[in-house]
């Protein structure tokens, strides 16, 4: 079998392998998409006592759970402040604090059900990558230290100290905040699933789906699952049915890449503390460590597409600067993924029909996909008296999606064309 470009799948402990659905079932709670949102509502799901199904098109973690930078991050990636403008201050505040508290969720859930993913919470650094990026991050640490956040300010030489490069002008260290390797989170959360009860597939896609009599009927190509209440978590990877149930939003492309092992001497200088790091570049870029001691370092960009040399001609700049001693000698294998984008830059959980879609994480679904499908299976479990941090609407649409997505790649490339 070819090795994966996916770094995450070949240094990867936790293991999942589920069969295909080749039956009819009849459960309380039908779950689409094996991802974050799906798994996480399957534990809480069948922890509650429901009979849950879930069903994967591909493997556990194939859409963004298992292609993501594993930045647990608190909070959305608007500053709270504006998800209150946007969303009102009731229902805002309640997203906020719901969100403020995922990161532990996450790392709760870790310990309790010891699913081996390389877990730090230490904090992530939000880094300024020009001296302009600094006012954005002290009125973020302004806002959240309101909220009795643990956020603080560091400055250029205490933030060269936790990375290990000078490339940078401040930080905003949240201490909520952690990292994890993100494919074995989400297949632990199966595991975990799998041992409270919930049924889980793989290659069993959703080909249709109908509701009528109170009751939904799935269909997949060799079982079929008929449920009172569904989930629709497929969020940017839809496909088939599910694609049907999912609205259109924009979509931004990622790639991550890892450097050939750090040696002795570079692992004491470079994120010494294991901190996250993302930057405030309009066009963003991340790096992290990985349990093998290798940086995984991200940015935004397609590297498939017609824009691929851009993007790798970058790539190639961007780490010479930023880690001057380190290399990087198998550039070509890279890994990428999409990020559903909504128009305000907030989740959304449409509800019709005892039905839940929940999608557009906007790049900040780690946390917010776990916490979101604990809300839900709390919802169809309290036969919707517990409401979700996200209000809940019957529509949604955006308009000009595929156009906004041309535009985030176009902006990736103009940006790597001309940057260092
Ligand atoms: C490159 C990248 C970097 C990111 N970095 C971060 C980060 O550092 N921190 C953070 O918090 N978030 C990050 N995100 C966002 C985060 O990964 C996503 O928001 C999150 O994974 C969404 O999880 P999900 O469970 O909703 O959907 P997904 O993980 O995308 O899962 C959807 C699943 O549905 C399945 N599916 C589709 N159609 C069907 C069907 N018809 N039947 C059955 N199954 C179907 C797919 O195969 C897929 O496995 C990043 C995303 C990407 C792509």
Not at 52 to 58: D, S, T
Not at 159 to 180: C, H, M
Not at 401 to 419: F, L, N, P, Q, W
């Amino acid at each position: 079998m070819a090795k994966s470009n996916n770094h995450w799948i070949t240094s990867a402990q936790e293991t999942s392998v589920y069969s295909p659905l080749d039956q009819k079932r009849t459960v309380d709670f039908a779950i689409i998409g094996g991802g974050f949102t799906g798994l996480s509502a399957a534990l809480t799901g069948a922890q509650l006592g429901m009979q849950v199904a879930v069903i994967e098109a591909q493997s556990i973690g194939h859409g963004g759970s298992g292609r993501n930078v594993g930045l647990v991050n608190a909070g959305l990636w608007l500053p709270p402040d504006q998800i209150e403008e946007t969303l009102g201050k009731q229902a805002g505040s309640k997203l906020i604090q719901r969100l403020s508290c995922a990161p532990d969720v996450v790392f709760s859930l870790i310990d309790a059900h010891g699913i081996d993913c390389d877990a730090h919470q230490n904090g992530t650094l939000h880094l300024a990558h020009s001296p302009a990026g600094l006012p954005d991050l002290e009125n973020r640490q302004a806002q959240w230290s309101k909220r009795q956040a643990p956020v603080s300010i560091l400055d250029a030489e205490e933030t060269q100290k936790l990375t290990g490069t000078s490339a940078y002008y401040g930080a905003l260290l949240d201490k909520r905040a952690g990292v994890i390797q993100p494919l074995d989170y989400v297949r632990g959360l199966a595991r975990a699933a799998r041992s409270a009860g919930a049924e889980i597939y793989e290659n069993t896609p959703c080909v249709a789906a109908r509701f009528g009599s109170g009751q939904w009927q799935i269909t997949t190509p060799q079982g079929h699952i008929c449920a009172k209440y569904v989930l629709f978590a497929t969020n940017a990877y839809g496909q088939m049915a599910a694609a049907d149930y999912t609205p259109k939003t924009s979509i931004v492309h990622y790639f991550q890449c890892v450097s050939d092992p750090l040696s002795d001497e570079q692992r004491a200088m470079i994120l010494p503390q294991n901190h996250g790091c993302w930057d405030t570049g309009l066009i963003m870029s991340s790096f992290r460590l990985t349990r093998d001691h290798r940086i995984a370092f991200g940015a935004m960009g397609n590297p498939q597409g017609i824009g691929a040399p851009i993007h790798r001609a970058w790539f190639k700049r961007a780490v010479a600067r930023i880690f001057p001693t380190v290399t990087w000698s198998d550039t070509d294998r890279m890994w990428a993924g999409k990020i559903a984008m909504t128009a305000e830059k907030i989740p959304q959980i449409l509800y019709r029909d005892n039905s839940a879609t929940v999608f557009g994480y906007s790049g900040r679904g780690i946390a917010p996909g776990t916490a979101a499908g604990q809300d839900i299976a709390e919802f169809f479990a309290s036969h919707g008296r517990k409401l979700p941090y996200v209000p809940m609407t019957d529509r949604y649409r955006d308009n000009f999606t595929s156009v906004k997505s041309i535009y985030y790649e176009m902006g990736a490339r103009a940006v790597h064309t001309v940057s260092k």
